[in-house]
């Protein structure tokens, strides 16, 4: 079965610094999703990467989808305390759209004033 | 517009009774998707719903069950609840067509004594 694997699983930047999350599919990824998390709330819709190579932002937060599609990163430039929270990447299992999304387990991000 | 609404956001419930869990998906929305989030397994996807009709269903026991309304607007129901069914449960809401994207609600908190 397809697995997601986040990393790191925790991230402690002083403010002002630029970050990158890594999100790595043992299958290719159809649909990969982020989210940002506070904890014990609902999750954030960030971004969603479909084509190999495709690259997205808002304000100061950029995805990718490498070419081959099985792994997608999320750059943060100049963090801000705002920023903090849990990341998650999400996927579309086996390439289909029935809300049926697998997740990694996040990467716990604080940034320090 | 309104977004994904979960009601009630907290509740206590005692070992063996059963509890009910409401979602409202956003406006035109036909697909309503459930999860369970522990800090040990993290996200897992429970089932999916579409015109009143269950279309995928995680890996959980029968105590989980669902239902969607002609409205759209779905409800879970935990039967002799457990310990371990202490956890955040989220729902999602899409489209449904293909990369629609889904759009989660603030969760519902639910502990187990």
């Known amino acids: 079965s397809q697995e997601l694997e986040q990393s790191p699983q925790s991230l402690i930047v002083q403010e002002g610094k630029n970050l990158t999350i890594n999100c790595t599919s043992s299958k290719t990824l159809y649909g990969l999703y982020w989210y940002k998390q506070k904890y014990g709330e609902g999750l954030i819709f960030l971004m969603m990467?479909?084509?190999?190579?495709e690259e997205k932002s808002h304000e100061k937060i950029t995805a990718k989808l490498d070419e081959k599609k099985q792994q997608s990163s999320l750059h943060i430039t100049a963090s801000q305390p705002s920023h903090a929270g849990i990341y998650l990447c999400?996927?579309?299992?086996?390439?289909?759209?029935?809300?049926?999304?697998?997740f990694g387990k996040g990467t716990k991000l604080s940034v320090k004033p | 517009k309104a977004g994904v609404t979960q009601t009630p956001r907290y509740l206590i419930k005692t070992r063996g009774q059963q509890v009910t869990l409401s979602c409202s998906p956003i406006?035109?929305?036909?697909?309503v998707s459930w999860y369970q989030q522990t800090p040990g397994q993290g996200l897992q996807f429970l089932f999916e719903y579409f015109s009143e009709t269950q279309r995928n269903k995680g890996n959980f026991p029968g105590r989980f069950s669902g239902r969607q309304f002609s409205n759209s607007r779905s409800e879970m129901n935990v039967s002799t609840l457990e310990l371990g069914d202490s956890a955040l449960y989220l729902c999602a809401s899409s489209l449904a067509g293909m990369y629609a994207g889904y759009t989660f609600g603030s969760g519902t908190r639910l502990t187990v004594v």
């Open positions: 999400g996927a579309d299992r086996n390439g289909g759209s029935q809300g049926n999304l697998i």
């Open positions: 990467l479909q084509k190999g190579g």
């Open positions: 406006s035109g929305h036909r697909s």
